[in-house]
């Protein structure tokens, strides 16, 4: 099954140090093609690994999306208007172009997403229902606690 991700869960199997490095390590390995990065989660990482562990981290990563290791979701006009919509809708929380884009992309193709933003996720919602995630507050809790 496919599953959007989120910049945290990413962040997380880069860096060796993150608590719940290894569970998210595995499960992105796992997840392989089926985990669907948005653009713009893509730069955020990009971005956050350069600036927190350095380029070649974030090389790394570009390298794995490049050959494929992960599905790129490219924001068409109509995703762009949606993830605007969702920042729009939630301005009081900040979202931005990456969590929005996760949304966008999630409520399209009625998929889970892995994200370690629990904050945002669970202070909005797609059109109908809530955001179904992979894991969850209890379950990251969990991840956590026997590093």
Do not use: C
């Amino acid at each position: 099954m496919k599953v959007v991700v989120d910049a945290g869960p990413l962040l997380a199997a880069a860096n060796r140090r993150d608590r719940s490095h290894a569970r998210t390590a595995e499960l992105i390995a796992r997840l392989g093609r089926d985990a669907v990065v948005p653009v713009p989660v893509a730069v955020e990482v990009d971005h956050l690994l350069r600036t927190r562990l350095g380029g070649h981290a974030a090389r790394l990563f570009l390298e794995a999306l490049g050959a494929g290791e992960h599905e790129i979701a490219y924001l068409t006009p109509g995703l762009l208007r949606r993830a605007v919509a969702f920042d729009a809708r939630f301005a009081d929380l900040g979202l931005g172009l990456a969590d929005a884009s996760v949304m966008a992309v999630a409520e399209r193709h009625g998929l889970p997403i892995f994200t370690f933003d629990f904050e945002h996720f669970r202070a909005t919602g797609p059109e109908r229902g809530f955001w179904r995630l992979v894991v969850d507050e209890a379950g990251y809790a969990d991840w956590t606690a026997q590093t």
